[in-house]
T-cell receptor, first 112, second 111 residues
Framework: NAGVTQTPKFRVLKTGQSMTLLCAQD?????MYWYRQDPGMGLRLIHY???????AKGEVPDGYNVSRLKKQNFLLGLESAAPSQTSVYFC???????????FGQGTRLTVV | TQLLEQSPQFLSIQEGENLTVYCNSS?????LQWYRQEPGEGPVLLVT???GGEVKKLKRLTFQFGDARKDSSLHITAAQPGDTGLYLC???????????WGAGTRLIIKP
């Protein structure tokens, strides 16, 4: 049982480049989330989805877009990367939004 | 803005010592979760507390939910190097379908 899988695990981008982070879960969870984690700031919610075909903004959505075309996948896009987006990104899923959150292993992104 | 404040932000102690970390808010939570995150990994759930005044034990870890459901504590007895990690609390508020996260307590247990 893989749980939540994120790809890639590491990436270095130049300012202005674009990329997509992929999150896949095999637990049939309705809710999926993208967080960024920066030192001393905990987990900050970027975007989330309460079901296939739905997305919503979180606490820090600017500079990011998401899509949830299939229930098991949640994609995070950076259209024009900026150094301020250097961070560790985590995807998570929950069954109903407030029970146990299952996390991927994270993607360490550096924008130079 | 609903905030969960964790304290201390950082704690480094010797193996065998006891410690307590705290998670406080001005908001009332329907439930509160504690997670541990190890380097290079995502957070993993340790426990969920639901009832005001509830105490749960997980081996050497004791979790308590405040009577008013606004705060929680994690007490570790006889800490071991394997307890090293980032401890995060997350609270469920009403019907928002989201968890509110604290910034975490980074714990280092030295052998």
């Amino acid at each position: 049982n893989a749980g939540v899988t994120q790809t890639p695990k590491f990436r270095v981008l130049k300012t202005g480049q674009s990329m997509t982070l992929l999150c896949a879960q095999d637990m049939n969870h309705e809710y999926m989330y993208w967080y960024r984690q920066d030192p001393g700031m905990g987990l900050r919610l970027i975007h989330y989805s309460v079901g296939e075909g739905t997305t919503a903004k979180g606490e820090v959505p600017d500079g990011y877009n998401v899509s949830r075309l299939k229930k098991q996948n949640f994609l995070l896009g950076l259209e024009s990367a900026a150094p301020s987006q250097t961070s560790v990104y985590f995807c998570a899923s929950t069954r109903d939004g407030v029970t146990e959150a299952f996390f991927g292993q994270g993607t360490r992104l550096t924008v130079v | 803005t609903q905030l969960l404040e964790q304290s201390p932000q950082f704690l480094s102690i010797q193996e065998g010592e006891n410690l307590t970390v705290y998670c406080n808010s001005s908001s009332v939570f329907s439930s509160l979760q504690w997670y541990r995150q190890e380097p290079g990994e995502g957070p993993v759930l340790l426990v969920t507390v639901v009832t005001g005044g509830e105490v749960k034990k997980l081996k050497r870890l004791t979790f308590q939910f405040g009577d008013a459901r606004k705060d929680s504590s994690l007490h570790i007895t006889a800490a071991q190097p394997g307890d090293t990690g980032l401890y995060l609390c997350a609270g469920e508020v009403g019907s928002n379908y989201q968890l509110i996260w604290g910034a975490g307590t980074r714990l280092i247990i030295k052998p």
